[in-house]
């Protein structure tokens, strides 16, 4: 059965550095999507992606957060100078235009650690 | 804005019985999709059912089945015969029919007891 996969699952950075959060989803699916879980909290939307835009973004998803589809497959989440608040599980859904994109598929997550 | 409340951070549960976790929901449209999402101590978030509002019909898959109010914006899930496998965190989340981004409640956290 396919599945959405994340790398890594588990990063660790210092503050102010960058980091990319890589996604594969499944494959024909064409709507793309990022939420955060900080420890003990809701699931939060940031960002949805279409057709090679973002359709839609989330207060959280400041400019210091960027997405990118950039070979077909992959689907990337750059934080540019990640802060200790940043540190969270990442994960990355993908929706098929069959579905109009209501089912969301979620991969297994990265966890970011951000000291 | 759309807000999703589970109002029971645990529950707890004998196996091979029934339990019912509560969900409620604030939102003006009219059209939407629920969905319950399981994750287990591997953190995965898994689908266990999902309800589109425009049906009156409670969705059902094996165990697992909802009592779906849209009156009263609640939208329950109900596990029977309870299994070890079933013990994990329950989101509860909410979409808009036109929108992308999913809410999500603070979770319920089950366990079953052998």
């Known amino acids: 059965e396919p599945e959405v996969t994340q790398t890594p699952s588990h990063q660790v950075t210092q503050m102010g550095q960058e980091v990319i959060l890589r996604c594969v989803p499944i494959?024909?699916?064409?709507?793309f999507y990022w939420y955060r879980q900080i420890l003990g909290q809701k699931v939060e939307f940031l960002v949805s992606?279409?057709?090679?835009?973002?359709?839609?973004k989330s207060e959280i998803f400041d400019d210091q957060f960027s997405v990118e589809r950039p070979d077909g497959s992959n689907f990337t989440l750059k934080i540019r100078s990640t802060k200790l608040e940043d540190s969270a599980m990442y994960f990355c859904?993908?929706?098929?235009?069959?579905?109009?994109?209501?089912?969301?598929?979620f991969g297994p997550g990265t966890r970011l650690t951000v000291l | 804005a759309q807000t999703v409340t589970q109002s029971q951070p645990e529950m707890s549960v004998q196996e091979a019985e029934t339990v019912t976790l509560s969900c409620t929901y604030d939102?003006?449209?009219?059209?939407?999709?629920l969905f319950w999402y399981k994750q287990p101590p591997s953190r995965q978030m898994i689908l266990v059912i999902r309800?589109?509002?425009?049906?009156?019909q409670n969705a059902t898959e094996n165990r697992f089945s909802v009592n779906f109010q849209k009156a009263a914006k609640s939208f329950s899930l109900k596990i029977s015969d309870s299994q070890l496998g079933d013990a994990a965190m329950y989101f509860c989340?909410?979409?808009?029919?036109?929108?992308?981004?999913?809410?999500f409640g603070a979770g319920t956290r089950l366990t079953v007891k052998p």
């Open positions: 309800q589109e509002a425009y049906k009156q």
């Open positions: 992606f279409y057709n090679n835009e973002i359709s839609e």
């Open positions: 859904a993908s929706g098929s235009l069959r579905a109009g994109g209501n089912e969301q598929f």
């Open positions: 989340a909410y979409r808009g029919y036109n929108n992308n981004d999913m809410r």
């Open positions: 939102t003006s449209e009219s059209d939407y999709y």
């Open positions: 494959s024909n699916h064409l709507y």
